[in-house]
């Protein structure tokens, strides 16, 4: 089993309001802010369990990442500016989300 390709390079982008991403397979994208926020992982976003995603308020289309932070090896917890800060972005998901499938 290989190993999920990480990112070697992160960069926030508020002016684009994006995240751009460069992996270390030379893989590379990006990906709105607010596509972020509501793809996040969370629990609050995505539902418990296999049911459907509960209902949400609209993302702001002027939504800014405030801060970003590691977990570990493996993910980054990302603050957002309407206060959502609970969900873990794995470098699978921030792959999938900047380079897709």
């Known amino acids: 089993m290989s190993r999920p390709a990480w990112p070697s390079r992160l960069t926030f ?3 684009a ?5 460069e992996f270390d ?9 607010k596509r972020l926020r509501e793809e996040s992982p969370s ?3 995505q539902g418990h369990g296999r049911g459907p995603k509960p209902p949400q308020a609209p993302v702001p289309e002027d939504i800014r ?5 590691p977990v570990g090896r493996y993910a980054l917890r990302l603050f957002f500016s309407d206060g ?3 969900g873990l972005y ?3 998901l921030l792959r999938a989300l900047t380079v897709g499938d």
Do not use: C, I, M, N
């Open 65 to 69: 990442v405030l801060k970003a932070e």
């Open 43 to 45: 629990a609050e976003v």
């Open 25 to 33: 397979d030379g893989a590379s994208g990006r990906v709105g802010y």
């Open 17 to 21: 309001q994006e995240l751009a991403a």
């Open 13 to 15: 982008r508020a002016a």
């Open 84 to 86: 959502h800060s609970s």
């Open 90 to 92: 794995t470098w699978d």
